[in-house]
């Protein structure tokens, strides 16, 4: 089949595919820094792409909410009680039972809480944010 001939043989490159030693054609270095960087972001970006999209749109939601809450002087972190479930549902165009299934999904990793005093209570914003930015 193969000699050692032919195992051992390196083959010839074409000279316009041989990387000149130039300046201009150095890269410089990826730094350590970068790399880490790159791989946090990379991993962080494979974790949300296994979520499902939906719960990322209902996140969304729930910041810009608060974000109107904020820019109107009331508490950013809380969304009251007035603003009703179906008429969330018929926003996002889904369920009663899948938006209850996705508050309760927002609620195991720590990013809302129910409170019956308030309403719901947005625990962890950054987290719904990097929830709804997640790509």
Known sequence: MFT?????????IPPFLVRR?????????????????FA?????????????????????????ISQ?????GRNAHTIPDSLTCGYVAQ??????????DLLVSLERQGLVTSSPSVGLELT??????????AH
């Open 91 to 100: 926003l996002l165009d889904i369920d009663v039972p899948l938006l209850a």
């Open 68 to 72: 109107n809450n904020e820019y109107e």
């Open 124 to 133: 962890n914003l950054v987290g719904l944010e990097e929830l709804a930015d």
């Open 4 to 12: 050692s001939a032919m195992l051992n043989a390196r083959p010839s």
């Open 21 to 37: 030693s130039g300046a201009m054609d150095r890269a410089p270095a990826p730094s350590n820094d970068g790399d880490a960087a």
């Open 40 to 64: 946090l972001r990379r991993r962080a970006i494979v974790r949300a792409g296994s979520r499902a999209p939906i719960e990322r749109v209902a996140a969304a939601f729930l910041i810009a």
